[in-house]
Structures are given as structure tokens and as C-alpha cells.
């Protein structure tokens, strides 16, 4: 079991930024990709950025250049770095690990983007 706890979320003004962060229960070195999903009201979730345990990372084409992962293995956690924040990257925030071909989620963190 892997627990994931979100946080960083919030209200910001387009143009702004925000850095999430999701906490792992587990050291994170040990699993095998981690990465960030949203969901927009309506709409289906979508991946926003991954990365594996081995520092190979993917981004969506809507975020390059504005987003960015990075991690601390000493503190379990992985960020996501939002620049340049649009109206359209409001969203439900989740967390996502995958172990063992499993995936687990954190309880998502809101982001909301004004115009």
C-alpha cells in the first residue's frame, strides 16, 4: 500500500504560479513512476506529467514549458511546479504512484485559475 498526500493547491490569478506537492508513504525510489493527473469538471482525467524511478519524465503538451517535476527522495515527495498558470489548468489535482503494477491515488489537491 502506498499513501499519497496532496497538497499546494488554491486560487491564482492567470499568469500566476502554484507548486503542488504530494507527500508518499513509501520511499519513493522504490516506485516505479509517479506523476500528477487532473480532472476538469465534465471531463475525463488526463495525465499532466509523469516520472519514473529511473528520472525519465513526460509532460502533456498543454503544460511544457510552464510545468515541471521534480522530487526529494529524502522527503518522499514529488512537486509540480505550475508557471504561467491558464484559466484552463483548473482543475481536481491528483497524485498518482504505481508499485508493483498497482496505482494509487491521493485524495487530489483543487487548483483554480481566475482570467
Known amino acids: 500500500q502506498v499513501q499519497l498526500v496532496e497538497s499546494g493547491g488554491g486560487l491564482v490569478q492567470a499568469g500566476g504560479s502554484l507548486r503542488l506537492s504530494c507527500e508518499a508513504s513509501?520511499?519513493?525510489?522504490?516506485?516505479?513512476?509517479m506523476g500528477w493527473y487532473r480532472q476538469a469538471p465534465g471531463k475525463q482525467r488526463e495525465l499532466v506529467a509523469a516520472?519514473?524511478?529511473?528520472?525519465?519524465?513526460n509532460y502533456a503538451d498543454s503544460v511544457k514549458g510552464r510545468f515541471t517535476l521534480s522530487r526529494d527522495d529524502a522527503k518522499n515527495t514529488l512537486y509540480l511546479q505550475m508557471n504561467s498558470l491558464k484559466p484552463e489548468d483548473t482543475a481536481l489535482y491528483y497524485c498518482?504512484?504505481?508499485?508493483?503494477?498497482?496505482?494509487?491515488w491521493g485524495q487530489g489537491t483543487q487548483v483554480s485559475v481566475s482570467s
Open positions: 498518482n504512484a504505481q508499485l508493483r503494477w498497482k496505482d494509487y
Open positions: 513509501e520511499n519513493i525510489f522504490r516506485i516505479d513512476a
Open positions: 516520472i519514473t524511478a529511473r528520472g525519465l519524465t
